[in-house]
């Protein structure tokens, strides 16, 4: 996905990607592939600016402007109000609005070669950006407001998360911070902010085009989910806003614009893209707030096809964020008297709220609407008057069947009725469209009261009307997942086409039920999401006050008997002041239990579940843990959030720990992580060359102490995860490259522990828990038969990995050598070490490479949490054998050089990996030097062409390094100029003096 530091996400401008010079793709999954999902995807900021406080009948009363929108790119006329620069520390962006690029992996070199290891980074590829709406002069004029841009005066800090792990492949989390920094130090009133998606689902490799049979909607729930453990039916929660393309095809056209001409029907083959793109909201800027949903398809001055559902006229009556004389109160009925493109031919029948929101009012009216739409598959049925709310949802604000108007079909038009378009355009609505949705929040900020002056002649005054203010200085939080799922369209069977589409029969056209199936990939994508924000069942430390603590709050998780600890640090149950011994039934299994009996905490409430329990979090502070929030304002070192229930447990509106009473089981402690589960770290290595062979040596034991010298133990085979809360070191594999980039590493050799696990028959790999020790199968063989039923599947027992003990050694002749040496430890509280050394024999002289050792564990099956294997960049080391045993004589290689010989083809000489020439590529190598020394070269007449001074510890990107003992020429003298043909004499002189002067010659033959 194009990550930008414009405000948007996706590529709609045509920038090119940097690594490959090509135009980079907006979101595309797999990458390279041409399947794309997104073509736009853009933040929107609204509210009112107070501008002046006048007097009405002695009451000082507030004039506002407004409503004001900020649109970081509209699709449909693609205004750009929000950029990279006008910072009030940094007008011109050239700092602060760059976009920077960290990686949490030590050593990892980016696609430009930079560097970009950060140890505060949390994820493998992490990029921050930032940006304002703060200037006045932008791309283009909005076409319904005719003016400049007025910025409400906000700035944006974007990271984004993105992991490459099989789990977490096909989502980017992407968190934003949101700051009130208005020039004049304004508050922003009735503020809203929300997000416009144009996805543009279509391969393009097959089609130019695509885009006009999307369908989108939100998927509270999926009720057809079987789940694979037990082979029964479950509702999961799916909370997504989604797009796909209607039947995984692509439509046919007549090759001169995008217009649909025809579509294959059932039992074509799927060319397209089959999967879904959708975003899940993980954070809002306020939980307690609703949101507001609303899609359409846009059509400009086509009214037909410029379409969206909405409320029946008057619903919008109690509409309240109308602070300015110039609203009017909600658009539905084109009180202003718009047209298209100020054409009278073409009036905006339905108001600003139609289809493509006009202008800014336009914008904030349907940022604030308050609608959640039907999906666009479902337009049919509301124009039947058969539309329900699914079950789950009757009851609740998102249940909005009863107020949505249908659709008017043309000739059928009662009294003041404008019609919608024919049967046929509803017809196509309902199988697709060029579908883009808007999805908002609020009012954000704090309640407050004021006296507003309606009318800016003085003559009506709202007192102490209620609204919400985001303070100038303040600032809030949003979270999002981009999610491309896979696997959404899969049935042949699909039929976009009509037997009839003059009439509604709900039996033709699309059959939805083909799309049941297709939400599996979706809800894994969206469980991992969730668990890389906010890792279940760990407590994050947070910095207040000048203080980092933790609260001591790591999630409802904790089983049926209300027990839980932290077996690396704290083991103590402080709410229920007794030990916590390890996992019992209920706990890390994501389910919400409920306790053998009733729970009370030291605080006296009273808890029946995991959802109940502890209402206020940690409400005092000891050992080093701060509280979770202070009841007045929430504050503290958790997070909480305001009770919002009428008649529940506790007073609506006090502040509660997140999650608490909700219904639903949530396994994190609130306060966001963006890591993925940890492998262990790769281990510290030490790289040697002798001969032709090379030497990589590591331990199992890496010891550290702290500033006051208390000793510690790290490294591979001691570390913690967080995730699985077990030590789950599993072995070490040993990789080798040509270069540094993480793709083109080869793994040489495996060693792990000897172990043995249950593996699904009907899926290798799948296996039903945690490896089992050798050991412990062969003391108890009984417990432990050859195959197993659980759940109705089948599992038999197998070695778990390569089963290369890591203690034993290894032998492959002429290829490489693996010895273990084990010894005493000078701590023996930590067991003894064990001295790993691993020999690739026969390498070849000047050869340049990189060897790395990385350490793997083996996940947690019942958690999901596939095994998992650290990356060669942590360590890898680049390696050239250049240091000979056999004679002290310094070599030349190629000697001769000739100039007929291709080297550039043998890999010789290829700087750029283009195989190109230049003069300058040119070298003969020098092995077998001393660490420290200078090399002179000679003519035959005596005269010094060029002189090379040689360190031993020069960096390994150097162009044709050598390593320790090796060093180059590029055949070009020290006036810059390139040799000619010839025999030329060289010195070399060790600058330590260990050893003597070398005097040798060689011949280059161009």
Request: proline share 5%.
């Amino acid at each position: 996905m194009n990550v930008t530091n414009y405000g948007f996400m996706g590529n709609p401008l045509g920038f090119e990607d940097q690594c490959t010079g090509k135009v980079a793709s907006g979101g595309e999954m797999p990458g390279d592939s041409g399947i794309d999902y997104l073509f736009l995807s853009g933040l929107q900021f609204g509210g009112y600016l107070d501008s002046a406080v006048i007097d009405i009948k002695g009451i000082p009363s507030k004039i506002f402007q407004g409503p004001l929108v900020s649109t970081a790119a509209e699709g449909s006329y693609m205004i750009e109000e929000i950029l990279p620069y006008y910072f009030d520390d940094d007008p011109s962006g050239l700092t602060l609005g760059r976009i920077y690029e960290t990686s949490n992996v030590e050593g990892r070199i980016n696609c430009l070669f930079d560097d970009v290891y950060d140890p505060k980074a949390t994820a493998y590829e992490q990029f921050t950006a930032r940006f304002t709406d703060k200037g006045t002069t932008h791309s283009g004029i909005d076409p319904f407001d005719k003016r400049e841009h007025i910025p409400l005066g906000i700035e944006v800090k974007q990271s984004s998360y993105a992991w490459p792990y099989e789990y977490a492949k096909k989502f980017i989390i992407v968190d934003y911070t949101i700051y009130n920094r208005n020039s004049q130090g304004n508050d922003i009133y009735d503020f809203f902010m929300g997000i416009y998606v144009d996805s543009d689902v279509k391969n393009s490799k097959e089609s130019e085009w695509g885009h006009m049979d999307d369908l989108s909607g939100y998927k509270h729930k999926w009720d057809g989910y079987f789940d694979p453990a037990t082979g029964k039916q479950k509702t999961v929660n799916l909370n997504l806003i989604w797009t796909a393309d209607n039947d995984g095809r692509e439509y046919i056209t007549d090759g001169s614009d995008y217009s649909i001409q025809s579509e294959p029907g059932a039992g074509s083959l799927l060319d397209g893209a089959t999967g879904n793109f959708a975003i899940r909201v993980l954070r809002n800027p306020n939980p307690n707030l609703r949101y507001s949903y609303n899609v359409y398809s846009s059509g400009w001055a086509d009214e037909v096809k410029d379409w969206g559902p909405r409320w029946e006229e008057g619903l919008h009556s109690d509409w309240e964020f109308d602070l300015t004389s110039a609203q009017k109160g909600y658009d539905d009925t084109n009180y202003d008297s718009l047209y298209w493109d100020d054409n009278p031919f073409y009036p905006m029948y339905a108001g600003r709220t139609e289809g493509v929101p006009a202008g800014d009012k336009g914008h904030y009216m349907v940022m604030s609407n308050s609608e959640f739409d039907y999906d666009v598959t479902d337009v049919r049925e509301v124009y039947l008057g058969v539309y329900k709310d699914p079950e789950y949802m009757q009851g609740t604000f998102y249940a909005q069947a009863d107020k949505w108007r249908p659709w008017v079909i043309t000739g059928t038009e009662e009294p003041g009725q404008i019609s919608d378009g024919p049967i046929e355009a509803l017809n196509d609505i309902a199988n697709g469209c060029d579908s883009k949705y808007e999805l908002s929040f609020g009012p954000l900020g704090n309640e407050a009261y004021e006296n507003v002056a309606v009318y800016k002649d003085g003559d009506s005054l709202s007192n102490n009307k209620k609204v919400w203010k985001f303070a100038y200085g303040d600032s809030l939080k949003l979270t999002l997942a981009y999610i491309a799922s896979e696997n959404f369209n899969t049935s042949l069977e699909q039929d976009p086409n009509y037997f009839d589409n003059t009439v509604i029969d709900l039996s033709d056209g699309l059959d939805k039920s083909l799309y049941d199936q297709g939400w599996y990939d979706a809800l894994y994508n969206v469980t991992w999401a969730e668990r890389l924000y906010d890792v279940p069942m760990y407590d994050t430390p947070q910095t207040r006050y000048g203080a980092t603590k933790k609260d001591g709050w790591y999630g409802e998780d904790v089983g049926i008997d209300g027990i839980f600890g932290d077996f690396t640090s704290d083991t103590y149950c402080w709410w229920l002041e007794t030990n916590y011994s390890g996992q019992d039934e209920g706990e890390n299994d994501f389910e919400l239990n409920s306790f053998t009996e009733h729970i009370v905490d030291i605080y006296g409430n009273t808890a029946t579940c995991e959802d109940d329990l502890l209402p206020f979090g940690r409400q005092h502070e000891s050992d080093g843990y701060g509280i979770t929030g202070s009841p007045d304002n929430g504050e503290g070192f958790g997070y909480m959030v305001k009770y919002d229930k009428l008649n529940g447990s506790v007073p609506q509106g006090s502040w509660v720990r997140y999650g608490y009473g909700n219904g639903q089981l949530d396994v994190g402690d609130g306060v966001p992580d963006f890591k993925c589960p940890p492998p262990p770290p790769s281990p510290k290595i030490k790289v040697t060359e002798i001969d032709n062979d090379v030497i990589v040596e590591w331990c199992s034991h890496e010891f550290i102490s702290d500033e006051e010298g208390n000793l510690g133990l790290t490294g591979s085979e001691f570390t913690y995860d967080p995730f699985t809360r077990m030590y789950d070191f599993e072995g070490y594999e040993i990789a080798i490259s040509p270069d540094r980039r993480v793709e083109n590493y080869a793994t040489l050799f495996c060693v792990d522990k000897v172990n043995y696990s249950y593996q699904d028959v009907g899926d290798v790999n799948y296996f039903l828990d945690n490896p089992i020790p050798a050991d412990t199968l062969m003391a108890h063989p009984e417990d432990y038969p050859a195959m197993m039923t659980v759940n109705n599947k089948i599992y038999r027992l197998v070695p778990y990995g390569d089963n290369n003990d890591l203690t034993k050694n290894y032998e492959k002749d002429d290829l490489y050598s693996y010895s273990c040496i084990t010894a005493t430890s000078p701590y023996p509280q930590w067991g003894d070490i064990r001295y790993y050394k691993f020999t690739l024999h026969n390498q070849t002289l000047a050869e340049m490479k990189y060897i790395a050792v990385t350490a793997k564990d083996f996940g947690a099956a019942k958690l999901g949490v596939p095994p998992m294997k650290s990356s060669p960049e942590s360590n890898a080391t680049a390696t050239v054998t250049s240091n000979l045993t056999t004679t002290d004589d310094v070599v030349v290689v190629p000697n001769p050089y000739r100039g007929d010989v291709k080297y550039t083809e043998m890999g010789w000489e290829n700087l750029d990996g283009n195989y190109t020439y230049a003069e300058e590529y040119r070298k003969i190598a020098f092995l077998n030097i001393p660490e420290r020394c200078v090399i002179r070269i000679f003519t035959l007449a005596g005269d010094l062409c060029k002189v090379i001074a040689h360190n031993g510890n020069s960096d390994s990107d150097t162009p044709y390094w050598y390593g320790r003992n090796g060093a180059y020429w590029n055949l070009i003298n020290d006036n810059h100029q390139a040799v000619v043909s010839g025999i030329y004499l060289y010195s070399v002189q060790d600058v330590d003096n260990k050893k003597d002067d070398f005097v040798g010659k060689f011949v280059i033959i161009k």
